[in-house]
């Protein structure tokens, strides 16, 4: 059982005030005390050395600092072994041990729980001992370099206050490997911690090499994705649809409001006159040639023969008189063929404009009624 | 002289006036949005993924999301980032329903074509040798990123294809920026050791 008068006469006989009696009685609780490991409860006599004895023991029980972390942290394990609750040990236990508990099961691989970074940010604890004591075992640094960054979080405070800049940056380090060398690579230091990494960097050729093998890692890694992606596929007809939008709908546009528009800027004009211009211009011989003989008929396609006939009789309607005049200045006379097929009649017509490449041969006739037909290459875009 | 800051802003605040003409009611001006970020969207979702099919279907899917939940948008924040987030939330949600799904090979035929069939423009050039090389090399770091936890994946594609600071990934993962540089540390260690033990198998 613990005894818990043993301290104080332990004190008694480290201070040599102790009587016989006294150091009978330490002697016989010591030999009982679970609190202290097996092989101390024998050697501890208070014999040759009363006053070490007890200095000794009272340091291994926690009331006297005398051997600070080390001993404590040699014998914990055999504590451990003991079954000794962290509530049935001293104050300086008492926050070490749940604290290293509840690091160890948060170690994991990434992140550290609200729960240990709440308890890390505890005013009344020695954080930076609490760390440097856990350094290696867990993976602190996240949650440490991000309270860094915010100078307003307890935990930054203590640490920097626990450490001191060159003792922090040793304290970090080993829990933090490389991570610094990766999170300058990506300007992610703050301005301490960045000044820090630098002088670091000039005097660690392996932390250099490590930056530049991240460095390809990151263009390698981007390029395989890109690489095996390959091109985006065209995503707003999908999207458009689902959206309820026409995908081909121009933001802004109107056909009507523009029509209007225009016809109020251009008043009343001579639209014959205007057309014919646009028909005689310089380009248009090159571009339509008059038949010597009939080519096949290039209205076996039937969209393609609509678009010529809706074209004919636009230019027809709207540039006829020019037109003849230019056909019959200096030319033959068109040869007239007869119309079999059957098309819209002209009057249901209306073309608003007939546009087509340089490369286009538009092939012109006058059938027996006067209508002037018009034939494209096949394959040519109007 | 522009810097990078200032094209960022430019950017930003072209995406806030697109963001305003959609929800003044011209769906239209979305379409803008699409074709700025589609590219961006398909590549960080194959990488997820890595599937082109499935990479297309839930980039459309993440548009079409944003758009439906534009209004819940805040102007004075960044809208890629959003959209990042909901491409992740959608490519998480996707990998979560499938169960098991084959891995998209590099096979040749598939590899060198376009989405639209066409012949991939860098394969046509290549000579056959090389061109296996570069797919082969592509494999094995798509292998390796595959390998990793998601969370440690959406880091490391957010970072190193879209180049995201740290505090935009953490916005778009909800995560704090301290567990961005340690998760993005460690996927960069794994898959440094992955790619080198397959490099020198012992």
């Keep these: ?382 | 002289m522009s810097t990078a800051v200032d094209e960022k802003q430019l950017s930003r605040e072209e995406d806030t006036a697109m963001v305003k003409a959609v929800l003044d009611g011209d769906s239209t001006a979305y379409r803008g949005l699409v074709e700025k970020y589609q590219n961006r969207v398909y590549s960080m979702v194959y990488g997820m993924i890595r599937n082109r099919e499935d990479a297309r279907d839930l980039t459309q899917e993440a548009f079409v999301k944003a758009f439906n939940n534009l209004q819940s948008f805040r102007l004075e924040a960044s809208f890629y980032t959003w959209l990042y987030r909901i491409a992740m939330n959608v490519t998480i949600d996707f990998t979560r329903r499938r169960k098991r799904r084959e891995v998209a090979g590099f096979e040749e035929g598939i590899a060198s074509r376009d989405a639209d069939g066409g012949i991939d423009e860098i394969h046509h050039r290549e000579s056959p040798s090389r061109n296996l090389e570069r797919k082969q090399l592509y494999a094995r770091i798509m292998d390796a990123l595959e390998k990793l936890p998601p969370d440690q994946k959406q880091v490391i594609i957010l970072r190193e294809l879209e180049h995201l600071s740290y505090r935009e990934i953490a916005e778009v993962m909800g995560i704090p920026e301290g567990t961005v540089m340690s998760r993005l540390f460690y996927a960069r260690k794994k898959m440094q050791k992955m790619l080198a033990a397959e490099r020198d198998p012992r």
């Design chain 1, 1 to 382: 059982m613990a005894h818990p008068r043993l301290e104080s006469l332990l004190f008694r006989i480290r201070d040599g005030l102790a009587t016989v009696e006294e150091v009978q009685l330490a002697r016989d609780w010591v030999r009982t005390d679970p609190r202290l490991p097996e092989e101390l409860r024998s050697i501890a006599d208070f014999v040759d050395d009363p006053e070490g004895d007890a200095a000794g023991l009272l340091a291994v029980l926690g009331a006297d600092p005398l051997f600070g972390d080390v001993l404590r942290e040699g014998i914990a394990a055999e504590l451990e072994e003991a079954s000794i609750t962290a509530a049935d040990v001293d104050e300086p236990w008492s926050w070490s041990r749940p604290l290293a508990a509840a690091i160890r099961a948060e170690s994991g691989e990434v992140e550290l729980a609200g729960p240990v970074l709440e308890a890390l940010g505890s005013p009344s604890l020695p954080v930076g001992e609490a760390i440097r004591a856990e350094s290696g075992e867990v993976e602190l640094a996240g949650p440490v370099l991000e309270a860094l960054g915010s100078p307003s979080l307890p935990v930054g405070e203590a640490i920097r206050a626990e450490s001191g800049e060159v003792a922090l940056w040793d304290a970090l380090e080993p829990m933090l490997e490389g991570m610094w060398v990766s999170a300058m690579l990506d300007h992610a230091l703050d301005e301490e911690a960045q000044r820090m990494a630098i002088r670091r960097l000039h005097g660690d050729p392996v932390a250099r090499a490590q930056m530049t093998a991240f460095a390809n890692l990151g263009a390698r890694i981007r390029a395989a994705i890109e690489g095996e992606a390959g091109p985006c596929p065209y995503i707003w007809g999908a999207v458009a649809e689902r959206i309820g939008v026409d995908a081909e709908e121009v933001a802004g546009w109107d056909g009507a409001l523009f029509a209007a528009a225009v016809c109020a800027e251009a008043g009343t004009v001579d639209l014959v006159d205007a057309v014919g211009a646009r028909v005689e211009r310089p380009s248009m011989p090159g571009a339509v040639v008059e038949l010597d003989g009939l080519p096949v008929p290039a209205n076996r396609r039937f969209s393609l023969v609509t678009v010529a006939m809706m074209a004919a009789v636009a230019l027809f309607l709207l540039g006829m008189p020019q037109l003849f005049r230019t056909a019959n200045v200096g030319s033959p006379v068109a040869q007239t063929i007869a119309i079999t097929d059957q098309f819209a009649a002209a009057d249901e017509i209306v073309i608003e404009s007939l546009d087509y490449g340089d490369d286009a041969n538009v092939y012109q006739a006058t059938g027996d009624q006067g209508a002037l037909i018009l034939w494209v290459d096949e394959g040519k875009t109007l």
